[in-house]
Structure formats: C-alpha cells, structure tokens
Nanobody
Framework: QVQLVESGGGLVQAGDSLRLSCAAS????????MGWFRQAPGKEREFVAQ????????HYKDSVKGRFTISRDNAKNTVYLQMNALKPEDTAVYYC????????????WGQGTQVTVSS
C-alpha cells in the first residue's frame, strides 16, 4: 500500500521559511516523479512544484519561483519543499503527490499539511 506522509507545516510570519517533507512508502520511490500541490480555502488545488526521478528536472509555479525549492533524497524515500520568503498568499494545505512520468496523472496523494503565513 502506497503512503505519502507530509510534515513540516505550521504557523509562521511573512518573510519566514519552512521546509516541508514527504516520506513515501510502498512504492519504488526513485521511479516516480514527485510533486507538491496546495489548496487554499475556497480555492481549487493548484500545482506548486515537481521534480523528476533523479532530480535532473524541476518545475515551479511562477509565483513561487526563486522562493521555493523542491528536492528529493531517493535513499530516504523523501521529497522536500524548502519555502523561503513566505507570503500570506502562500497559506494553504500542502500536499505531496507521486506519478510515474511527466505525462501521467498523479496517482498517489498525501493527506496534506497546513501552512499558515501571517502578515
């Protein structure tokens, strides 16, 4: 059974940093693209960042470029999202997800971790 478990969320002030982690089990982690998504209250879930199998390719939502960094440790089956210079508009539940390739749907999702940024 595939499990993705996020951690690292919390309440911070604007300008602060947080690092989210997502620990994966039940899948061959190095064979999956990993992504981060977020959903703010009253809004649809949106893509934030993605990283390829070997971390050779990353993609970001425009509004987080230069502030967020996605990375992975295949030996630890973990993907990270380093978030710097946080803004109130980054407030959301953050989810990690896994898919087999960049052209397939994200098949597996975590339960989410809340990030709240106060102004």
């Amino acid at each position: 059974q595939v499990q993705l478990v996020e951690s690292g969320g919390g309440l911070v002030q604007a300008g602060d940093s947080l690092r989210l982690s997502c620990a994966a089990s039940g899948l061959i982690f190095s064979s999956y693209y990993m992504g981060w998504f977020r959903q703010a209250p009253g809004k649809e879930r949106e893509f934030v960042a993605q990283i390829s199998w070997s971390a050779s390719a990353t993609h970001y939502k425009d509004s987080v470029k230069g502030r967020f960094t996605i990375s992975r440790d295949n030996a630890k089956n973990t993907v990270y999202l380093q978030m710097n210079a946080l803004k109130p508009e980054d407030t959301a539940v953050y989810y990690c997800a896994a898919r087999r390739s960049s052209v397939q749907q994200f098949d597996y999702w975590g339960q989410g971790t809340q990030v709240t940024v106060s102004s």
